[in-house]
């Protein structure tokens, strides 16, 4: 009996003891035990299921943060940055349902390691003055969002995806509907916060900060021999051999997502972003330059899609000699999307014009 009774107290200090670190963690902060926004404000668990974009709707957190490749190092860059969502949960400053222009994509739309200001769209919206919206995934999530009517048809969608990830482009029916009780309950604050709360407890961000710190985990990024402060993701999944099959594929797949488009009176134009390794081959180092977005980009015109050739643009660049990556983090700093913002504000202009 006595046994019985320490074994029941034992068990109950120790679920006492969890509710407490949740209860912490829950009124801590959202990025108080992370070293960048992203992990703060990502939806991690099933609860995605129950909000239309990445991130937790309606946050603005303002902090220091540093690169994923090389944290908790000696070589880590410190970065002011201010993070907003929109009520969707996608990043944005403010929900926009008519956009003009409507920018899909990876970490690269979504601005990891920029601050607010310094987005892809945000540079839009100034150099060209139009509504400009924000969204992760793929050309799917335009449909999803339409289907549901949360947006209206855009004139222009730019569809941006990093290298490494292009082959993995596959066609997806477009056909989409949605039960009207789960469109209710991803728009719904209440519902949004409680999936919230579960979400970050799923995540555990506590705990994982605490380990982290005890077994002194740092960046798991590949430093360059050539330039000890430039650090790379990883040359085994950043490398896409410029093979004959994988761009007929590839050329296939987003044909059939323009094709698709154009029938609704929707330009597409399909911007691949370099990874870090083919930018910067020379400090990896690789023998010789990749040459997959090249010839990506010259089979995808041929096809009569519009593209963004964002290597030829950082090779042209007066900007080239200048670090167009972060050091410490595999994204495009503000000088390299600077650039890219200015040519796609020159073509935008032609296509809105030809949509009139």
Known sequence: MILMKNFLFNNLLLAILIVLIFIIELLLPH????????????????????????????????????????????YKKIKHVVWKTDKLGYRNSNFINNPDVLLIGDSFVLGTALSQENTLGEHLKELM????????????????????HIIEKPKVIIWESLEYLIPRLEKKELNYSMSPLLRMIKLNPFFNYCFEIADRIYKQNMFHFIASRIMQKKGLGQQSPIADSVFFFGIDKAFIPDDDDIIKKVVDNISYYNDQLKEMNIKLIFMPMPNKETVYYNLVPLESEPRFLYKLDSALREAGVSTINVLKLYRDS??????????DDAHWNETGIKIAAVKLSEQLKQEIVNCR
């Open 31 to 74: 990025d108080f035990f992370t070293f960048r926004v992203w992990e703060a404000l990502s939806v991690k668990s099933i609860a995605n299921k129950f909000f239309y974009g990445e991130f937790y709707p309606n946050k603005m957190i303002e902090r220091d943060e540093v690169g994923d490749l090389a944290h908790h190092t000696k």
């Open 129 to 148: 003055g139009l509504r400009v919206y924000s969204i992760n995934g793929s050309i799917y999530q335009f449909y999803r969002l339409y289907g549901d």
């Open 318 to 327: 007066s900007c080239k000699d200048q670090y167009l990556y972060h050091l």
